[in-house]
């Protein structure tokens, strides 16, 4: 029974090392595409900046291309309004917080942010990109059209006003990468809630 208990801790560790090492390889290359861009991914550069053999990179993964496709969904999931927004918060409680967390996250981490645009602008050429930039679109929009309704917006409205969110906030990271100066965009963002907030009792209401 020890045997198997030692077997079993053996295979446990090489789990958990298993495991770090896919997410020092994930770190390392949104920090490529962070300084150079998505094409300059290699296997020798994700290794070196990992710090392990080229052979753990392909343990990890098939090839190199499919690497920035896992990168762009783990950002998805990290952004994942399913998970930002809430039942017991209206619209703008949640709207206030996920701005709060957008910037937050562009802020600490601005190679995050800088590696998300990168894929924005690899998506106008390359197919694969694009389509997972516009699932992710499609999901975010859902999730913001869902809390508009709840506000007695009509449907087709609420995709608008959706689409304008997500829209906006993607512009303002954006600028706010070149000005690095989160507090401003922060209170742009507040302020843009104030119209849309503003807008849909107008709507609501005719």
């Known amino acids: 029974m020890s045997d198997q208990n030692e077997d079993k801790g053996k295979m446990d560790r090489r789990m958990v090392k298993g495991d770090e090492t ?14 150079s861009g998505i094409s300059r991914i290699s296997a020798a550069k994700l290794a070196d900046r990992a710090k392990v053999s080229k052979s753990n990179v392909f343990h990890h993964f ?18 994942n309004l399913r998970m930002i927004f809430t039942d017991d918060k209206d619209l ?31 998506g106008l050429f390359q197919k694969r ?26 449907p087709t409205l609420a995709a608008t ?16 990468l070149i000005d690095e100066d989160m507090q401003t965009y922060v209170g742009i963002w507040e302020l843009q809630i104030d ?12």
Request: hydrophobic fraction near 40%; glycine fraction near 6%.
């Open 92 to 122: 703008k409680e949640n709207l206030i917080g996920f701005g709060e967390k957008y910037f937050k996250w562009s802020e600490v981490s601005k190679d995050k942010i800088r590696c998300f645009f990168s894929f924005y602008h690899e």
């Open 129 to 154: 990109y694009h389509d997972i930039l516009q699932v992710y679109l499609t999901e975010s929009r859902r999730v913001l059209k869902k809390q508009i309704e709840l506000e007695g917006v009509p």
């Open 22 to 35: 896919y997410q020092a390889l994930i770190l390392s290359a949104m920090e490529i595409i962070s300084e």
């Open 195 to 206: 119209m849309i907030m503003g807008q849909i009792v107008r709507d609501r209401e005719n």
């Open 62 to 79: 098939k090839t190199v291309q499919e690497i920035p496709e896992v990168v762009l969904n783990q950002m998805f999931s990290e952004m």
């Open 161 to 176: 006003y959706a689409a304008q969110i997500i829209a906006t906030l993607d512009g303002m990271g954006m600028q706010m």
